[in-house]
């Protein structure tokens, strides 16, 4: 089988080339540093394409790579990607939208800090000016201001931890999640954004929409305390900056922390010239740490969307993610990844393809079962499936397709795909812990518990000694090492087994596992 090939466009992490490499069935290209004038011949056979700013997907960009299934933007912002375009030619275009969490979540408390007490300029006018003049840089002290904060999700939700335990009272703004989520670590939640506009301190973590930008103008200034410190390391445009700037030159803002600009880069922009606004140049992901994660996760996401497997945060999928709540983006994954393993259970044709959900996911289980459609044809029908055409391919196929909504049995939310074959119903059901851990917990009604990515062998045994022991044997001999290994244990005098391990696992081995006289049927998965 031809191997998959990834073109890495811009810098990288090692991580992500390490990632790429260590994988028998993907072929990493490095075009790091070729001139972008010479990419195409790079492109030309690329399966997935990593990039990060200095690359414009565009229609340059995208005829030179005709075979190209999906780009991965090792980052948060695509400005440079052409959506419409990449959806015009079926090129699923994804992004990394929470490696820089904490790099910007820290980023966000520097800045409060030095609205606060103006580090910076009092560190310039005793380094550089060699001035000791104390009294001219009192600040005030964040214990029992109020904090406002705009957008409570993974960045959001984060700071607000952090600034309240500096004692910061905090009052929180998000009309999409629920209110417990805020209310639950002893915040105040509001649906009135006048409550945001009378707080000491504001900072906003939103994506930028039609809905976000200039969220703050000059309206909403005037409401404000006079003396009000606003932050933003969330994207330019957020805060109308006509009216910032209009607002810090009258005092009524007494000061602003900003990492991000409408035009960037902002070498020029106005707020440079005032001395009560700190400013960094979009440093909200500028660590090691989240330069390693950004990297490992474009890497990850580019392996499974090579492999078809799954596209983690999808940008022009028919079905609008953005127009769903925020928890339901990992379960259209997750029912992709289950749909996926649960075929290779019988490895038979498909005769149906059904999705039961459970808890508020429920809701949005049409969405979820053309995502259960695409996991489970992909491995067969390859480009011939996408998630525009699922519903009439299973149609075509003669697959039965039926969703359904369950009474909850103990989870949240949970989704279970059900693939009928004519050897039988392979059943996985699933769900998310938090806000993105997606795991795995029932196979055929076999409790479990793994995250659904790796290779992994599900083996199906008679429950009596000397199982593990027999499987490990045959692992050892062929040097393949034991990563993890989750048995569960049914009350028919039979248990199966989910073993992730280091190495693939090719037809010998497995012929030799399905050999063992314990072993009712074995499956090698990779996903």
Not at 102 to 113: G, K, R, Y
Not at 197 to 202: G, V
Not at 279 to 298: C, D, F, Y
């Amino acid at each position: 089988m031809r191997q998959k090939k990834i073109v890495v466009c811009d810098a990288i992490h090692e991580k992500g080339f390490e990632l790429l490499r260590k994988e028998s069935d993907i072929e990493a290209i490095d075009a790091t540093n070729i001139a972008k004038d010479k990419l195409d011949e790079f492109l030309k056979d690329a399966d997935v394409a990593i990039t990060r700013s200095p690359t414009d997907v565009d229609v340059k960009f995208l005829d030179a790579a005709k075979k190209l299934n999906a780009v991965v933007r090792a980052g948060v912002g695509v400005d440079n990607v052409d959506l419409d375009e990449c959806s015009k030619r079926g090129v699923i275009a994804m992004n990394v939208p929470t490696a820089n969490t904490i790099a910007a979540v820290e980023l966000t408390m520097a800045h409060i800090l030095s609205a606060a007490r103006s580090f910076p300029y009092a560190h310039n006018a005793l380094k550089q000016d060699r001035v000791w003049k104390r009294e001219k840089w009192y600040g005030v002290e964040l214990f029992g201001k109020k904090l406002g904060v705009i957008g409570f999700g993974n960045i959001g939700s984060r700071v607000a931890v952090r600034a309240k335990a500096f004692g910061m009272d905090i009052t929180a703004y998000d009309p999409y999640i629920q209110s417990n989520k805020v209310t639950d670590l002893g915040m105040t939640y509001t649906e009135n954004f006048d409550d945001i506009l009378a707080c000491d301190f504001i900072t906003i973590h939103t994506p930028k929409n039609k809905e976000t930008v200039n969220i703050i103008d000059k309206p909403q200034i005037a409401k404000m305390k006079k003396g009000v410190r606003l932050i933003n390391v969330a994207r330019g445009g957020l805060y109308n900056e006509e009216a910032l700037i209009e607002g810090l030159k009258s005092g009524h803002v007494a000061f602003a922390g900003i990492d991000v600009f409408s035009k960037e880069p902002a070498v020029d922009n106005p707020l440079l010239d005032l001395d009560n606004v700190t400013v960094t140049p979009h440093l909200g992901a500028n660590t090691l740490e989240s330069q390693e994660k950004i990297a490992a996760a474009a890497a990850e996401a580019a392996i499974l969307a090579a492999r078809g497997v799954s596209y983690p945060n999808a940008l022009n999928l028919p079905i609008k993610t953005e127009d769903l709540p925020s928890f339901v983006a990992p379960y259209l994954e997750l029912v992709q990844k289950i749909s996926f393993l649960a075929v290779q259970i019988y490895k038979r044709p498909i005769l149906g393809i059904h999705i039961e959900g459970e808890g508020t996911i429920s809701e949005h289980i049409n969405s979820l079962l053309t995502f259960a459609i695409v996991g489970a044809l992909k491995e067969a029908l390859g480009d011939n499936i996408n998630y525009v055409n699922a519903a009439y391919v299973a149609v075509e196929n003669k697959i039965d397709t039926s969703s359904k909504v369950l009474p909850a049995s103990g989870y949240s939310n949970k989704v279970t795909v059900k693939i009928s074959t004519d050897k039988g119903v392979a059943q996985v059901s699933g769900t998310v812990f938090g806000e993105d851990e997606q795991r795995i917990v029932d196979i055929n009604g076999f409790k479990t518990d793994f995250k659904p990515k790796g290779k992994m062998i599900i083996f199906k045994n008679k429950d009596v000694p000397g199982v593990i022991a027999a499987i490990s044997a045959i692992l050892a001999q062929n040097s393949i090492n034991i990563a993890d290994f989750r048995l569960g244990r049914g009350d028919d005098g039979f248990a199966l087994a989910v073993i992730l391990v280091d190495q693939e696992i090719n037809r010998d081995i497995l012929a030799k596992l399905n050999e063992l006289e314990q072993c009712v049927w074995a499956q090698s998965v990779n996903i």
